[in-house]
C-alpha cells in the first residue's frame, strides 16, 4: 500500500531475532514466509535470522529442524535447492532462559557484530512480553533503530491490554512497536483499499445512500485443536471479533485516508472503533447471538462436540460460534448496519465480506422476479481470494423474453494473475516490519477501542443472562442466528 521501499537502503531491517524459534508459529508460518522473501530476493545480502528457544539445540541442529519444516509447508515446487540453501546459511541459534536477565549476555554476545536495524519477532505467550523487553533493554539491545513485533493476542480485555501495552511501551516507543493481525497481510484485504478508492464506481456508491447492509463471515471447520486451555478462556469475541472481524469492519467502514502512510490509515481506523454503538440490555438478545457446537459430522466423519473434547470442562459457556449487529454512528453509515458472523466447525471454511447494495427504486421488470433486484459485492478471503460483484443479465434465448438471472462478474486472483504467486499474510508482514512500514499493523489506540466495545457487549451479555444456543458440528450455526437477521429484513448470505 505505501511506496515499495529499497530492501537494501538504510532504513531496511537487516536481521531478525525469532524468539520462540521452535513453536508452531515459527515453524508452520514464519520460517517458510522468510523463505519465500529470500527466494523473492527481498532479504539483503547480509541479512542473518536468529532462532532463540529454550531447547539446547546446536546451529546445526536448529537448521536441519527448519529443513524439515520447509520440506512440510514450502510447496515441493518452490523449494529450489539454491534458494534453501542460501536461507539456511541465514541461521544461527541460540539456547535461551526468556525470563532470565542473565541469558541476554549471551544474547548480546552473539549480536556483537551484527549492527543496528534488528527487529525482534516475539513469537511467545504475551505472559512474557515484558521480561523480553525488560531484558533487551537491560542489556542494551534495545536502540532507536529496533524493532519489536507482538503476535496476538494483546490482552484478553481493555485492562490487561494496557497492562501489556504499558509494559512493552516502557521500553520501546510506539514506532518502534509492530502488533500483528495476519489478516491485514491478505492480498485480498490490502486491494480492498484498492477497490474502494481507486474505483470511483465504488467510491462514489460506499455509503448507506447505497448500501443496504453488510456482512462480515469468518467461518472455520475446525474445532479446537489442542488449544483448549487457550480458546475455552478466550471464546469467539475475544479469539476473532476483537481482533480480525474488527479490523475488517475498519477496512470497510473507514473514511478515505489523506496518504496511505500508517497513521493516516490507522487514524481513519480507530474513528470507525469510536463510532460503534454500544448495545443494551433490553435489546441484546435481538442483536446477539451465541452459540457452541454439540456433537455431529465433519466430512463423513463424527464430531464431537465442544464439550465432549478432549480435556473439556463440561460446563463451559464459552461461544464457538457468534452472530451480532454492529452499528456505526456517522454520516457514512447510519442505518446501514453490520453483520458479523464468526464459528468453529461450521460446515466449510470460508471467510469473506458481503456488500449489498439497496436495490433499483423503479423496477420494470417482471414483478416476480423483483426480489433478485440487488446487487452484491463478494470479497473472498479464503479459501481463495477474489471479488466477484454480482450483476443481473437477460437470460439467453429468444423464448424467454426479458427473465433476469443472475450473474457474477468474477475477479478470482489464481486465474486472472494465475502466474503471479500469493504470497502468505506473514510473508507481507515480516517484509514491512524488515522495512519499518506500520501500515500494516495495529496501533496502540486501535486494540484499546476495540477491546473497550467488546468488554462493553460482554458486560451486558452477562447482566442480561444472553442464551447459549447449540448447532451441530459440521453445521451453518444455529438457527437463532438466522432469526436474528431475518427480524430486520436482511439475509446470510451462503458461500456454497
Known sequence: MMPTVNPNSSEHSQSLVLFGALGDLSLRKLLPALFQLDKANLLTDDTRILG??????????????VAQTLSKFVAHDELDSATKQRFLQRLNYLQLDMKAPQAYEDLKLKLADWGSHITYYLATPP??????????????????????????????????SQV??????????????YRIDHYLGKETVQNLLALRFANPIFADLWSHDHISYVEITVA???GIEGRWGYFDHAGQMRDMVQNHLLQLLCLVAMEPPSRLDADSIRNEKVRVLKALQPMHPNTINQYLVRGQYGDGHYQNQTAPG????????????????????????????????????????????????????????????????????????????????????QTLTKEQGIDKGMRLRRDPLNLDFA??????????????LLLEALKGDQSLFVRRDEVEAAWQWCDQIRATWQQSASPLHTYPAGTQGPHAAYDMINAFGHHWYEHC
Open 127 to 160: 505472559s512474557i512480553f515484558g521480561d523480553i523487553c525488560s531484558n533487551l533493554n537491560a542489556t542494551g539491545l534495545n536502540d532507536p533503530t529496533s524493532r519489536i513485533v507482538l503476535e496476538k493476542p494483546i490482552g484478553h480485555d481493555l485492562a490487561s
Open 52 to 65: 532463540l528457544a529454550r531447547k539446547p539445540y546446536s546451529d546445526t541442529e536448529f537448521t536441519q529442524a
Open 306 to 389: 465442544y464439550l465432549n473434547e478432549p480435556d473439556a470442562n463440561t460446563t463451559s459457556q464459552t461461544e464457538t460460534y457468534m452472530a451480532l449487529r454492529a452499528d456505526i454512528a456517522n454520516w457514512r453509515w447510519a442505518g446501514t448496519p453490520f453483520y458479523l458472523r464468526t464459528g468453529k466447525r461450521m460446515r466449510s471454511k470460508a471467510t469473506e465480506i458481503i456488500i449489498h447494495f439497496r436495490p433499483s427504486r423503479h423496477f420494470i421488470f417482471a414483478s416476480d422476479q423483483e426480489s433478485l433486484a440487488q446487487n452484491k459485492l463478494v470479497i473472498r478471503l479464503q479459501p481463495y481470494e477474489g471479488i466477484a460483484l
Open 415 to 428: 486465474q486472472t494473475q494465475g502466474h503471479i504467486r500469493i504470497p502468505d499474510a506473514y510473508e507481507r
Open 164 to 177: 501489556i501495552n504499558d509494559t512493552v511501551g516502557s521500553f520501546f516507543t510506539e514506532e518502534q512497536i
Open 220 to 222: 472455520e471447520e475446525v
